[in-house]
C-alpha cells in the first residue's frame, strides 16, 4: 500500500470514529431525556400517591365509621341539619333585598359619599319621592288632554287620601300649601298645579272649556302663581310648536315629596302603593279607557325584591319532589318488593337536603345575608349531590355481592373516594374565589354555595353510606321496599346467600335503547374520519363563540334582576321610553373648599360643565346655586 493510500484509510477511520462518537453521544442524550423524563413521571406519579393516601385513608376512614354505625350516623346527620338551621334563624338571620347594597361593588365612593349626605352633612334628609305616570302607551296624551288630566287627578286623590298622609305630611321639609284643607302638605309635582291641585276647578273649567283651552293651559311657562314651569317634572317628551304651545307629550308625570318619617313613612308608602295598584288594575280592565296608570315608590324594590323571595320559596320543595321521583324510579327502582331500591333513592336526595339545610344554618349563624341569589343554591346542590349519590351507588353495585355491606362500603370507597374528593374539592375552590368578587349579591352566593358543597361531600360519605348499609339489612330480612314493615314472601327453601345473590342480578334491568344507542355512537366516534370532523366542527365553534365573546358589552338593568311580571319594571320601561329620562337621578355636592374663592368657584363651574357635556347627559342641571347668582 502507497503512502497516500495508508493517509486516506487513516483518515476515513477517524471520519468513521468521529461519527460514531457522534452517534454514541446523541444515544446518551437520547437515553438521559429519557431517564429524565421517567424520573420526573415516576416523582409526579409519586406526588399524586403522597397525596392521595392520606386523602383515601380519611375518606375510608370516616366511611367505614359510617357504614358500622348507621342508624348513629343518619340520627346524627339530622339533628345537626336541624340544630343549626334552628339556632341560625333565631340569632343572626337576615334578609338583604337594598338594591343599592346589593349590586354595588364595594368599596365604593358612591355608597361612601351617599353616607356622608345621609349621616355627617346636616343636610335635612331627602323625601321619600312617590312617583306615578299616566300615559296612553305611546300615544300623544296631549290629544286627550282633558281626559287624560281627570285621571291625574284622580290618581292624586286615591293617593293623598290614605290614612295616615296628612299626618306624615306634617313633618315634611319639602312643603306646598294645601288650597282645600287651608294647610301646608306634601310638595307635589304635577300638571295639576295648573288648577292649584283642585279637581273641582278643574271641573268648572272643562264644562266650559273645550280640549285646545285645557292644551292652552298646560303650555303656559308659568303656573299661575308665578312660579316657573319645569316641565320635564310634569310631562314627558314633550314638544312645542313655533309659538310655543305644547303639541304633543307621551306622559304626565306626578312626583309626590313624602318625608323620611320612620315606620310611618314605610307604612303610608304601602298604603298608597296597594289602593294604586287596584286603581291600576281597573283601568287595564275598562276596556273603554286608553290611559295606563304606572307608579313607583322608595320602598318598591324591597317589597319586590322580598316578593320574589317568598314566590321562589316553593320551587325548592318542587324541585325536592321531582328529584326525588326522579331518583327513585329511574335510577334505583326495580320490579321486586325487596331488591327495588326506592327508599334509598329518596335517602340520596334527602342526604343532599340536609347538607343544605346544615350549610344555610351555619351562614345564618356566622351572619351572612340571605338574598334573592342565595336561592339558586339549593339548584345547584341537587344536581351536584346527587351525581356523587349515583357515582357511589354505582360503584357499590359493582362489588362482590356476597360480601358483608361493611366490606363492599370499604372497596367502594377506596374505589370512587378520591374522585368524588376531587370534584368537591374543585367545585369548592371555584366558588370560593367567586367569594372575592366586590358585587355583595354575588359573594354572598358563593359564600353560601361553597360550604354547602364541602358539606354534602360529607353527607354523602356518611348519611348516604350509612342509608345504604340500613337498605342492605333490609333487604337481607326480606322487608319490602317503601313498606318495611310488612316482609315479603320467604324465598326458595334451602336458597343459598349465593342464590339470593344470583336472583338479585336476575333483576338487573336488560339492556334498553339508550345503552345500545351509547355503544353505536362510541363506536362511531372511533371513526378516523369521524373524529377528524369532530375536531374540525369543535375548533371552528371554539374560534365563532371566541370572536361571538369579544363583541360582549357590560352592562347592568336593574330591572332585569326583579321578578317577573313587576309593576317596578313597567314603570321605569315606561318612565324610559315616555319621558327618556331614566331611574339614576345624579346630584353633585362640593365639600372641604373655600365656595366663596373665585378661582374655586370656576373650578366647580368647570367640573359641572364638564359633567354636562357627557354623551350620557342630556341637559345642564335644574339646579345650581353658583350658576344662578351670576
Keep these: 500500500?502507497?503512502?497516500?493510500?495508508?493517509?486516506?484509510?487513516?483518515?476515513?477511520?477517524?471520519?468513521?470514529?468521529?461519527?460514531?462518537?457522534?452517534?454514541?453521544?446523541?444515544?446518551?442524550?437520547?437515553?438521559?431525556?429519557?431517564?429524565?423524563?421517567?424520573?420526573?413521571?415516576?416523582?409526579?406519579?409519586?406526588?399524586?400517591?403522597?397525596?392521595?393516601?392520606?386523602?383515601?385513608?380519611?375518606?375510608?376512614?370516616?366511611?367505614?365509621?359510617?357504614?358500622?354505625?348507621?342508624?348513629?350516623?343518619?340520627?346524627?346527620?339530622?339533628?345537626?341539619?336541624?340544630?343549626?338551621?334552628?339556632?341560625?334563624?333565631?340569632?343572626?338571620?337576615?334578609?338583604?333585598?337594598?338594591?343599592?347594597?346589593?349590586?354595588?361593588?364595594?368599596?365604593?365612593?358612591?355608597?361612601?359619599?351617599?353616607?356622608?349626605?345621609?349621616?355627617?352633612?346636616?343636610?335635612?334628609?331627602?323625601?321619600?319621592?312617590?312617583?306615578?305616570?299616566?300615559?296612553?302607551?305611546?300615544?300623544?296624551?296631549?290629544?286627550?288632554?282633558?281626559?287624560?288630566?281627570?285621571?291625574?287627578?284622580?290618581?292624586?286623590?286615591?293617593?293623598?287620601?290614605?290614612?295616615?298622609?296628612?299626618?306624615?305630611?306634617?313633618?315634611?321639609?319639602?312643603?306646598?300649601?294645601?288650597?282645600?284643607?287651608?294647610?301646608?302638605?306634601?310638595?307635589?309635582?304635577?300638571?295639576?298645579?295648573?288648577?292649584?291641585?283642585?279637581?273641582?276647578?278643574?271641573?268648572?273649567?272643562?264644562?266650559?272649556?273645550?280640549?285646545?283651552?285645557?292644551?292652552?293651559?298646560?303650555?303656559?311657562?308659568?303656573?299661575?302663581?308665578?312660579?316657573?314651569?319645569?316641565?320635564?317634572?310634569?310631562?314627558?317628551?314633550?314638544?312645542?310648536?313655533?309659538?310655543?304651545?305644547?303639541?304633543?307629550?307621551?306622559?304626565?308625570?306626578?312626583?309626590?315629596?313624602?318625608?323620611?318619617?320612620?315606620?310611618?313613612?314605610?307604612?303610608?308608602?304601602?298604603?298608597?302603593?296597594?289602593?294604586?295598584?287596584?286603581?291600576?288594575?281597573?283601568?287595564?280592565?275598562?276596556?273603554?279607557?286608553?290611559?295606563?296608570?304606572?307608579?313607583?315608590?322608595?320602598?318598591?324594590?324591597?317589597?319586590?325584591?322580598?316578593?320574589?323571595?317568598?314566590?321562589?320559596?316553593?320551587?325548592?320543595?318542587?324541585?325536592?319532589?321531582?328529584m326525588s321521583l326522579f331518583t327513585c324510579f329511574i335510577v334505583f327502582y326495580k320490579r321486586d318488593w325487596v331488591y327495588s331500591r326506592c327508599m334509598l333513592g329518596f335517602g340520596a336526595v334527602c342526604s343532599v337536603l340536609f347538607s343544605i339545610i346544615f350549610g344555610y344554618g351555619l351562614l345564618f349563624i356566622i351572619g351572612v345575608p340571605f338574598t334573592s341569589m342565595t336561592q339558586v343554591v339549593p339548584f345547584v346542590m341537587f344536581g351536584i349531590g346527587l351525581d356523587d349519590a349515583f357515582i357511589i351507588w354505582g360503584a357499590y353495585e359493582r362489588t362482590d355481592h356476597s360480601k358483608t355491606p361493611e366490606e363492599r362500603i370499604h372497596i367502594t370507597m377506596e374505589e370512587v373516594g378520591v374522585s368524588i374528593f376531587v370534584t368537591t374539592l374543585t367545585s369548592v375552590v371555584a366558588f370560593s374565589l367567586g367569594s372575592t368578587s366586590s358585587i355583595p349579591a354575588v359573594y354572598w352566593l358563593c359564600a353560601y354555595t361553597a360550604p354547602t358543597i364541602a358539606l354534602d361531600f360529607v353527607y354523602q360519605i356518611t348519611f348516604f353510606v350509612a342509608l345504604i348499609v340500613q337498605d342492605e339489612r333490609r333487604v337481607a330480612e326480606r322487608k319490602r321496599d317503601c313498606c318495611t314493615c310488612f316482609a315479603a314472601p320467604a324465598g326458595r327453601d334451602g336458597a343459598t346467600a349465593e342464590d339470593e345473590v344470583e336472583e338479585e342480578e336476575e333483576l338487573k334491568p336488560e339492556e334498553n335503547v339508550l345503552d345500545r344507542f351509547m355503544v353505536w355512537f362510541s363506536d362511531f366516534l372511533m371513526i378516523p374520519a369521524v373524529k377528524v370532523l369532530v375536531l374540525v366542527v369543535f375548533f371552528g365553534m371554539f374560534g365563532g363563540l371566541a370572536y361571538s365573546a369579544s363583541l360582549l358589552e357590560q352592562r347592568f338593568d336593574f330591572t332585569d334582576v326583579l321578578p317577573s311580571p313587576s309593576y317596578v319594571g313597567e314603570f321605569w320601561d315606561a318612565f324610559a321610553s315616555f319621558t327618556g329620562g331614566s331611574a339614576v337621578a345624579p346630584f353633585i355636592v362640593f365639600r372641604d373648599v373655600d365656595q366663596g374663592d373665585l378661582v374655586v368657584q370656576q373650578q366647580m363651574i368647570d367640573y359641572v360643565n364638564a359633567i354636562v357635556a357627557l354623551d350620557q347627559v342630556d341637559s345642564p342641571p335644574e339646579f345650581f346655586w353658583l350658576r344662578d347668582f351670576q
Design 1 to 322: 500500500m502507497s503512502r497516500l493510500e495508508a493517509d486516506d484509510v487513516e483518515k476515513m477511520a477517524t471520519v468513521y470514529d468521529t461519527k460514531d462518537q457522534l452517534k454514541s453521544t446523541r444515544v446518551d442524550e437520547v437515553l438521559v431525556s429519557e431517564n429524565e423524563a421517567a424520573s420526573f413521571s415516576r416523582a409526579w406519579t409519586s406526588g399524586l400517591v403522597k397525596v392521595r393516601k392520606p386523602v383515601s385513608k380519611a375518606v375510608v376512614f370516616t366511611s367505614d365509621i359510617a357504614a358500622k354505625n348507621p342508624k348513629t350516623s343518619v340520627i346524627l346527620g339530622i339533628a345537626m341539619a336541624l340544630v343549626l338551621l334552628v339556632i341560625g334563624v333565631f340569632t343572626n338571620f337576615s334578609v338583604e333585598v337594598d338594591r343599592d347594597v346589593l349590586w354595588t361593588p364595594t368599596p365604593s365612593a358612591v355608597l361612601s359619599h351617599g353616607g356622608w349626605l345621609a349621616d355627617d352633612s346636616g343636610f335635612p334628609s331627602p323625601p321619600r319621592w312617590f312617583m306615578m305616570t299616566v300615559h296612553a302607551d305611546g300615544q300623544n296624551v296631549i290629544s286627550l288632554a282633558d281626559e287624560g288630566i281627570e285621571r291625574v287627578f284622580k290618581a292624586l286623590d286615591v293617593a293623598v287620601n290614605v290614612d295616615g298622609y296628612s299626618e306624615v305630611c306634617k313633618e315634611a321639609t319639602i312643603t306646598m300649601q294645601d288650597n282645600e284643607k287651608g294647610e301646608t302638605t306634601c310638595r307635589i309635582h304635577s300638571v295639576t298645579r295648573f288648577w292649584n291641585y283642585t279637581q273641582e276647578s278643574f271641573g268648572t273649567q272643562l264644562s266650559n272649556w273645550e280640549n285646545s283651552d285645557v292644551i292652552e293651559r298646560v303650555s303656559a311657562l308659568e303656573y299661575p302663581d308665578g312660579t316657573p314651569v319645569d316641565e320635564m317634572q310634569i310631562m314627558g317628551n314633550v314638544k312645542r310648536d313655533a309659538v310655543g304651545k305644547v303639541v304633543s307629550a307621551q306622559t304626565f308625570i306626578i312626583n309626590i315629596a313624602i318625608p323620611e318619617v320612620e315606620d310611618k313613612a314605610l307604612a303610608v308608602e304601602e298604603r298608597m302603593l296597594d289602593i294604586l295598584l287596584d286603581l291600576q288594575d281597573q283601568w287595564d280592565k275598562d276596556t273603554g279607557n286608553v290611559f295606563r296608570l304606572e307608579l313607583f315608590g322608595k320602598r318598591s324594590f324591597d317589597d319586590e325584591f322580598n316578593r320574589a323571595i317568598i314566590a321562589d320559596i316553593p320551587l325548592v320543595p318542587l324541585i325536592f319532589i321531582v
